[in-house]
């Protein structure tokens, strides 16, 4: 029932090579006497009997794969699977590009290491300034396109943040909390001449309070949000913020104590979540 790979290959094509559930970019060192011999992009070596290779184990790269650099919007991939999206998530890692969009989607890789510049003043504003998709992928840039949003549209806004854990989610949140921070204080300056900063200083520096309470050392992240936060933002027609709020629910399922996950981590007291 095998089906035998009847495209013919040669040193030096491109490919897929499915290793492990994963589709591996490689390309052909050598082919000869039945044997081919694939070299992964990561270095690894696979040797296998031509006449064993089948459509799902060797498929063809279209374009050679994406762009040595990589490409900043992956939804113009020619391959579309997580082989080619892994890849190119690599090759822009690799020149310390930490951000990809697919489409409006913002994939962000942890550089676990401050990336110079990536985050100054200078950045918020240059964001400020430009539609997403204009500049680089950034995360000041999908903050930006939800801010302008509230007017365009107009309607209420929502960024869900998801990721593994020590993926980076509650870096990204404050990133966001900056952004639209620095745009309330922006829409201050423009329409009073005068800075208050109490809302915003307030809900900058609550980050730390959250985390002390809530976060611990794990073996995937040594600060680690041990229960999840919904934070909402209240804007006035300025676009100052006026005030918000920070609704924290547990993600353990099942929790010990016996309530879902999602339910806020109030509720657990005076229960007390033993985990969460
Ligand atoms: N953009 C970034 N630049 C530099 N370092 C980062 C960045 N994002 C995350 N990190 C580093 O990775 C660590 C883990 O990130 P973070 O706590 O945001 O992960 P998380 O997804 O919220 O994890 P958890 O689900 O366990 O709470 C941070 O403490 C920080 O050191």
Known sequence: SRIFYSMN????????????????PASVSSCSGGVVVFTSDYGQVYTYKQNALTHDKVRAMRGGGSAASGIEDMAALEDLHDGAIMHNLFLRYRQRRIYTYIGSILAAVNPYQPLAGLYERSAVE??????LGQMPPHIFAVANECYRA???????????????????????????????????????EVSSKERTSHVEEALLESGPIMEAFGNAQTVYNNNSSRFGKFVQLHFNQKGNIQGGRIVDFCMFSPCLCGFSPGTPVSSHIPKTCTVG
């Open 9 to 24: 290959i040669s040193q030096g094509d491109r490919v897929w090579l499915r290793e492990d559930d994963q589709n591996l």
């Open 126 to 131: 240059l964001y400020s300034r430009h539609h």
């Open 150 to 188: 509230l007017w365009r549209r107009p309607r209420n806004q929502c960024v869900l943040i998801s990721g593994e854990s020590g993926a980076g989610k509650t870096e990204s949140t404050k990133l966001i909390l900056k952004f639209l921070s620095a745009m309330s204080q922006h829409s201050l």
